[in-house]
């Protein structure tokens, strides 16, 4: 059985998280705060365990459905799912690996655009992947 409720629990908190860290983002001061590094930190462990959950729990059944509309959610979402690891990844590697207080406008732009990406990717998810399960 497709752990549907599971997912959305899992959602819900990668929303609380980004949340919270969308409004303290904002604050340079806040770059260098250890908590704030670890909130960011979480956010990331939090995504990428829910990615790896909807491929092991999901994509398989789908894409192996004999309904063709449902074949292309799919495809579509695990499209969607390797371009924002990528995107993720090249986040990570520039921003969470050093504490920086330079380019805060920068990190502070790229950071927003992430959780703008993963609060439209839930959505997404919620709307045309779970009423496909």
Do not use: G
């Not at 979480?42 to 990428?48: A, G, H, S, T, Y």
């Amino acid at each position: 059985m497709i752990p549907v409720e599971e997912l959305r629990n899992e959602n819900d908190a990668i929303k609380d998280l980004s949340n919270v860290l969308s409004n303290l983002v904002t604050d340079q001061s806040l770059r260098t705060n250890t908590i704030f590094c670890e909130l960011l930190h979480r956010f990331q462990e939090k995504l990428d365990a829910h990615l790896k959950h909807e491929a092991r729990s999901i994509y398989p059944q789908l894409l192996n459905h004999d309904d063709n509309h449902i074949k292309k959610v799919a495809n579509d979402f695990l499209s969607n799912t390797h371009e924002l690891e990528r995107i993720l990844s090249k986040y990570v590697k520039r921003w969470c690996h050093q504490i920086n207080t330079e380019n805060h406008e920068e990190f502070e732009r790229e950071t927003l655009e992430i959780f703008r990406l993963v609060n439209e990717r839930i959505q997404l998810e919620e709307s045309h992947l779970f009423p496909v399960l």
